[in-house]
């Protein structure tokens, strides 16, 4: 997909993509808007099933337009990340904010995975990185 900062429908969009990549080892996540608890009703089961398949797996968060979580987002992702603690090998964040790369920052003490920040006009860059020894 590409990112325009210009296209004015990004803006009130709300709602979340789930891409199997490599086999399903890689998930990638895109994001527009706000993540509400109704975004992961929707794609947890789809990690969770290639939890189970895999072992392990990696994923890509991208954000496009990301307005953060609410409060029942919240609670879902912290559940989530309880959950498969031990199940995510790395994590790449792309974003465009300030916030989305301190968020990186802040996650690499709670998580297990290896955690990278890339700025959104470098999803290849990603990519890359998140499938290295595949």
């Not at 099933?49 to 979580?69: D, T, Y």
């Not at 879902?76 to 968020?103: P, Q, T, Y």
Request: proline share 2%.
């Amino acid at each position: 997909m590409l990112y325009n900062k210009e296209i004015p429908e990004f803006e009130e969009r709300e709602s979340v993509e789930v891409e199997e990549l490599f086999g399903g080892r890689v998930v990638k996540v895109t994001t527009y808007g706000r993540l509400t608890q109704a975004s992961y009703d929707s794609f947890s089961p789809d990690l969770d099933g290639l939890i189970e398949a895999h072992g392990n797996i990696r994923l890509i968060f991208e954000m496009i337009h990301f307005k953060g979580w609410t409060m029942g987002a919240a609670w879902e992702d912290l559940k989530l990340s309880c959950k498969h603690f031990n199940h995510i090998e790395r994590i790449a964040i792309v974003g465009d904010k300030k916030w989305e790369k301190a968020m990186s920052t802040i996650l690499k003490p709670i998580t297990r995975a290896k955690v990278h920040y890339f700025d959104i006009t470098d999803i290849e860059g990603a990519t890359n990185w998140i499938s290295e020894d595949l």
